[in-house]
């Protein structure tokens, strides 16, 4: 059983392939005839997602530089400090663009680094007393969140709407942030803080826009672009079933398939010999053409018969098989003990599966 599978999952086909591609088409649909129509009967693909605003107020690092040095210089020599981290970890170790900084650019780079986090330990103080504003409110608001950075002498930030698969743009925050932001509610909209790198961010839930169907004007340069597109593929379609009939005509009157193809004057594309084992195609560079495809057609046809029109990504294809070729009974040799190995796992796991099936379907589930 063991070599009966291996010889028919290395048997190799050798084909040949037209291939038709919607790029040979790009004038097809420039006259966007028919558009209105297409967005129409495609308006489920479009429809706008929930969006979402938010008023944020953000407490970067680089705001506290100058406490931070302060603070720092109270403590410590920061230059001292600058220079022996410098030393302990190597003239080497600072580069930019493969190039070796000088000692005054490296020990910049080193103050701008512990600036930062002491900056930000001071933007996290910040926040907390931030947040201790909310307690003097009558309601949670993004008014509110408004009022207390006034109070603060602080500026808030109104963000563009986003999605929630989008990062909140514009602000350099997480998409954590996001994901937090698709929880607040118009009942609770004041999140928790959010801790990135450089920053702490605090938000108000400002605005939700409702998911809703969308105007041909909303998504324009998106439904134009996928209607050129599919009017590419039917081009390129219609062109394979046009040649597929012509070549499968010459055929059927004696005519070999490449003579067929000279006649038309179609060029098919040399596929390397493939099997059922195969995964890639070693030095095939036709993107075009993938091995699933390849494996699918060929292993239903016999030698010397040609596929039907068979679509793609990118259009439509059309195989011929010109033969097959049994396993090496050599490499067979070699490689049969690791293929008998891997149909025992495989046996293995379909029997666990149906018996594990089985007790489940024989299991009875009492309510009291």
């Not at 297409?38 to 429809?47: E, P």
């Not at 103080?125 to 969140?145: D, N, Y």
């Not at 690791?338 to 594990?356: F, I, P």
Request: charged share 25%; aromatic share 8%; proline share 3%.
């Amino acid at each position: 059983a063991a070599r009966r599978s291996y010889k028919q999952q290395n048997l190799s086909a050798s084909t040949m392939a037209l291939m038709f591609s919607q790029t040979n088409h790009l004038s097809a649909g420039q006259d966007l005839i028919g558009l209105e129509d297409y967005f129409t009967n495609n308006m489920a693909a479009y429809r706008i997602e929930e969006k979402r605003r938010l008023r944020v107020v953000k407490f970067a690092a680089t705001n506290y530089l100058s406490e931070a040095e302060s603070r720092m210089n109270q403590s410590t020599n920061l230059q001292a400090m600058v220079e022996a981290i410098y030393q302990d970890k190597g003239t080497n170790s600072f580069t930019r663009n493969g190039e070796i900084l000088s000692a005054e650019e490296a020990m910049k780079e080193i103050k701008q680094e512990e600036l930062e986090k002491v900056g930000l330990e001071i933007a996290v103080e910040q926040t907390k007393a931030f947040m201790k504003g909310f307690a003097t409110v009558e309601a949670l608001s993004p008014a509110a969140l408004e009022q207390i950075a006034v109070d603060q002498g602080l500026t808030t930030i109104l963000s563009d709407a986003f999605s929630s698969r989008q990062v909140v743009p514009g602000l350099g925050a997480p998409f954590t942030m996001t994901q937090q932001a698709f929880q607040l509610t118009e009942e609770t909209p004041i999140g928790s803080p959010i801790e990135a790198t450089d920053a702490i961010f605090v938000m108000a839930l400002e605005e939700i826009i409702p998911d809703h169907p969308p105007t041909l004007d909303e998504v324009h340069p998106r439904v134009t672009a996928d209607f050129k597109r599919d009017k590419g593929l039917d081009a390129a379609r219609a062109e394979a079933s046009s040649v597929y009939q012509a070549i499968k005509a010459s055929m059927d009157s004696g005519k070999g398939f490449e003579e067929a193809c000279a006649e038309l004057g179609q060029t098919a594309v040399q596929v390397p010999d493939f099997s059922l084992a195969s995964r890639s195609l070693d030095g095939f560079s036709d993107t075009r053409i993938t091995v699933s495809w390849l494996q699918d057609l060929a292993f239903a046809l016999e030698a010397g018969e040609l596929s039907e029109v068979s679509n793609t990504s990118s259009g439509a294809g059309i195989l011929f098989v010109k033969g097959f070729k049994e396993a090496d009974p050599a490499k067979m040799e070699e490689e049969l003990e690791a293929h008998t190995q891997q149909l025992k796992q495989s046996g293995r796991s379909q029997t666990l599966s149906a018996w594990a099936g089985e007790e489940a379907a024989s299991i009875q589930f009492f309510t009291s």
